[in-house]
């Protein structure tokens, strides 16, 4: 047996792009997952479909998987030759109990690494616009753990805290707030120093409390803080309101609902993150290619017969490709073929594979593309999915151009999480559900039943056609004024700043 490797990958405090590319690596590499409660979803959304999971996650007074389970988790899965990932909120070794699990590893004879992570004592604070050293107010950084164990009062010497008179980070210290308040204030430190808290950091729901020292206890308990959130103590937390640029985010505090196929979601999704949105990943369909294939295997036999090769989406061009491969050919094939894209989606993925599109209607939907390929003439082979919309075939068609539509791939409806989601969407938990094809709408609706409410929640349509078949449904829609990710995510800015 191959013996099997722990990699142990600090997460970071919750935004999915403070994961390091170093981890992230790690991450697709996974056979195994083991993670903890504070990783975001947005990075366990980075797990590969094979990789198994398994959640250990631990709450203050709440261990359902105890530390010693964990290690010894750790250390079966990879002697049984898994390349394991040990996923921790963080950084592993920031009061992270990383190095009591290497520890472990390390008596057990198993191959480990670590690859540290973005800790939230400085993330945390920085997206709360707290700088944790600056020249004017503070030269040194003290990062301190507010957990005591259970029982146990805080192990923390305030006097020498307060003498440093540097930035203070106290994580884990929800629970002890007042304790922690009332050391420093017995120790000396003035009451009128500036404090905050930074509930979720780096995430969209993050909050910050922000008050003198002294009356930081009865502030965050007015507005509920809880855990996760980190406090920090000095004079740099003045300068948090100026400096707030994550409350400032176009789509701070909007929750949006992506529905594309996984292997597609993630230019929409990062867009909306970047903006500040709360997304939730929901690949309602996934596309599958059709392989064999005969009837694409024939055309391209004889590929002569045609004048234009048509692709309606990023699936088809991929399910193409993997035909042509999978007969032993290149793009050599293709010869003088001019190649046709329904979008600027669908035209990339060509030019992933070394190929440019000769043609991409103003208008990316397919009975656009049908009208353009008819009118430049010539026989056009369609690679379309099983059931795709009727447009583009209904244009070449209507205007006599001889063509042959080939099913090269299907999408298949994604049931799980399903119930959960349906009853999020009829909460109104969702401002917006991002639909970017018709089939992602139909996909949804097979998911979640006709019975679902939308009422509550808007759809952001890509196109008319996608919003035909969204009103079919009776989902309340908006259409972005073209036909690509960034009139999507301007459609979202715009009914957040009270468009329509």
């Known amino acids: 047996m191959t013996a099997g490797r722990v990699t142990l990958v600090g997460a970071g405090p919750g935004d999915p792009e403070l994961l390091t590319i170093k981890g992230l690596r790690a991450l697709e590499q996974a056979d195994v997952v083991v993670y903890d409660r504070l990783v975001s979803p947005a990075v366990l959304e980075r797990i590969p479909a094979g990789a198994r999971t398994i959640?250990?996650?631990?709450?203050?007074?709440?261990?359902?998987?105890?530390?010693?389970?964990?290690?010894?988790?750790?250390?079966?899965?990879?002697?049984?030759?898994?390349?394991?990932?040990?996923?921790?909120?963080?950084?592993?070794?920031?009061?992270?109990?990383?190095?009591?699990?290497?520890?472990?590893?390390?008596?057990?004879?198993?191959?480990?690494?670590?690859?540290?992570?973005?800790?939230?004592?400085?993330?945390?604070?920085?997206?709360?616009?707290?700088?944790?050293?600056?020249?004017?107010?503070?030269?040194?950084?003290?990062?301190?753990?507010?957990?005591?164990?259970?029982?146990?009062?805080?192990?923390?010497?305030?006097?020498?805290?307060?003498?440093?008179?540097?930035?203070?980070?106290?994580?884990?210290?929800?629970?002890?707030?007042?304790?922690?308040?009332?050391?420093?204030?017995?120790?000396?430190?003035?009451?009128?120093?500036?404090?905050?808290?930074?509930?979720?950091?780096?995430?969209?729901?993050?909050?910050?409390?922000?008050?003198?020292?002294?009356?930081?206890?009865?502030?965050?308990?007015?507005?509920?803080?809880?855990?996760?959130?980190?406090?920090?103590?000095?004079?740099?937390?003045?300068?948090?309101?100026?400096?707030?640029?994550?409350?400032?985010?176009?789509?701070?505090?909007?929750?949006?609902?992506?529905?594309?196929?996984r292997d597609r979601a993630g230019t929409l999704t990062g867009r909306l993150r970047e903006l500040g949105a709360e997304v939730v990943s929901w690949p309602c369909v996934e596309t599958v290619p059709i392989l064999p294939c005969p009837a694409m295997e024939a055309a391209l036999e004889d590929l002569t017969a045609y004048q234009w090769l048509a692709f309606t989406s990023p699936a088809g061009v991929d399910a193409f490709w993997q035909c042509l491969r999978g007969l032993g050919r290149d793009a050599r094939r293709l010869g003088p073929l001019r190649l046709a894209a329904v979008g600027p989606a669908t035209a990339r993925a060509l030019s992933g594979h070394g190929l440019e599109a000769d043609l991409v209607p103003e208008r990316c939907d397919g009975a656009h593309l049908g009208e353009a390929l008819a009118a430049a003439g010539g026989r056009v082979l369609l690679l379309r999915a099983e059931e795709g919309a009727p447009g583009i075939a209904e244009a070449l068609a209507r205007h006599g151009a001889a063509f042959d539509g080939i099913p090269v791939y299907r999408t298949v409806c994604n049931t799980a999480r399903s119930q959960e989601l349906r009853r999020e969407l009829e909460e109104g938990r969702f401002d917006f559900i991002a639909f970017t094809s018709a089939s992602t709408v139909r996909g949804l609706m097979a998911a979640l039943g006709p019975e679902a409410d939308f009422s509550r929640t808007l759809g952001l349509c890509i196109g008319e056609q996608t919003a035909g078949e969204a009103r079919r449904h009776g989902i309340p829609v908006r259409v972005a004024e073209r036909a690509s990710m960034d009139a999507l995510t301007e459609l979202a800015i715009n009914l957040t700043n009270g468009g329509k």
């Open 55 to 261: 959640d250990v996650g631990k709450e203050a007074s709440r261990h359902p998987v105890p530390q010693h389970r964990i290690n010894q988790i750790l250390a079966e899965e990879a002697q049984k030759g898994h390349n394991v990932v040990r996923l921790k909120g963080g950084d592993p070794f920031v009061f992270g109990r990383g190095g009591e699990e290497l520890e472990h590893l390390a008596r057990q004879g198993v191959d480990f690494r670590e690859i540290p992570g973005v800790t939230s004592a400085i993330a945390a604070a920085a997206y709360g616009g707290i700088p944790v050293t600056h020249r004017d107010y503070a030269s040194s950084l003290h990062i301190i753990t507010g957990h005591a164990r259970e029982g146990e009062p805080l192990r923390v010497d305030f006097e020498a805290l307060v003498r440093t008179g540097g930035t203070l980070v106290f994580l884990m210290g929800v629970t002890a707030m007042p304790a922690i308040v009332a050391g420093l204030l017995a120790a000396g430190m003035d009451g009128s120093t500036p404090a905050a808290m930074v509930e979720n950091g780096t995430l969209p729901g993050q909050r910050r409390c922000a008050a003198a020292l002294e009356s930081l206890p009865e502030r965050a308990a007015a507005m509920g803080i809880r855990s996760p959130a980190l406090l920090v103590v000095g004079g740099v937390c003045a300068l948090a309101e100026e400096l707030c640029w994550f409350d400032r985010l176009p789509l701070r505090g909007r929750r949006i609902l992506v529905t594309r196929p």
